[in-house]
């Protein structure tokens, strides 16, 4: 770095807080970073990188405007201009079956905080997540690694690939997305709008199970409260209470 500036305790001389700027970098057992400026706050064992902000640590590369790691914790805060990349073997990091494993999986927001104890990562501002074809944005979302759950909310819009090679993929938008590991389910809630194709499908709610080996494609679909289907080719409409959707064949039952 080009200045750096030391303040140590009077009485008893211990390291108050480093301050360097002018570019500075840092690394610590398998985590590094850099950024223009920095301060180190040595009794909260807390570091702040500002500008151009970037970490490196297993499985992920975050870069911010401002980046906040509180050693004691694990606790890694990002702000503005977020980016991060989870690579092709970080554990569960992508929010699980959402997307398909081996590959780098990629999320952007207008802030970020990483919970390392938790498991937790908290995605807000514009928050998106991709891979490939298959997407979540929102203005939220969570991703639990301990409980193998993605939770979106706000204006969410989903895209989900087709099972087939060259296979068209889903939208969906909801107010909320809650996914499941577990069931391999992705739960849709609020004014659930499904496009794939010609097709639509809207209802109040809607539940999709996702295939599973080869990651996270649509299989089927089930919605539930006021649903409508509409052919846009076509222009044939159905209603009812509950329709259910079924990806291979592209047909829809109403009841």
């Given at each position: ?15 108050l ?123 939220r ?21 087709g ?35 010609p ?19 649509l ?15 076509s222009?044939?409409?159905?209603f009812?209470?509950?329709a259910?959707y079924e ?9």
């Amino acid at each position: 770095s080009e200045t750096l500036d030391a303040r140590f305790d009077q009485g008893s001389g211990e390291l108050l807080s480093l301050t360097q700027g002018g570019g500075t970098r840092f690394e610590q057992d398998k985590r590094k970073g850099s950024a223009t400026d920095s301060v180190y706050e040595q009794a909260l064992g807390r570091l702040l990188l500002t500008g151009n902000a970037r970490v490196d640590q297993p499985s992920v590369a975050i870069a911010a405007d401002k980046i906040t790691i509180t050693e004691p914790t694990g606790q890694l805060d990002a702000a503005g201009r977020v980016t991060a990349r989870y690579s092709e073997d970080a554990p569960s990091a992508d929010g699980d079956g959402m997307f398909e494993p081996g590959e780098p999986v990629f999320a952007a927001a207008d802030t970020m905080s990483s919970d390392q104890g938790k498991g937790r990562i908290v995605y807000e501002g514009r928050a998106r997540l991709w891979q490939k074809v298959n997407r979540v944005e929102a203005k939220r979302i969570v991703v639990d690694r301990t409980a193998k759950t993605l939770d979106a909310d706000g204006e969410v819009r989903s895209t989900l690939r087709g099972a087939e090679e060259g296979a068209q993929p889903a939208l969906v938008r909801s107010k909320r997305l809650l996914y499941r590991e577990q069931e391999r389910q992705a739960q849709y809630r609020g004014e659930v709008q499904l496009t794939r194709g010609p097709l639509r499908v809207l209802g109040d709610e809607l539940d999709a199970k996702l295939t599973g080996e080869s990651g996270a494609s649509l299989e089927s679909a089930e919605a539930r409260g006021g649903v409508e289907v509409l052919q846009t080719e076509s222009g044939q409409k159905g209603f009812g209470d509950k329709a259910r959707y079924e990806a291979a064949t592209e047909q829809v039952v109403l009841d």
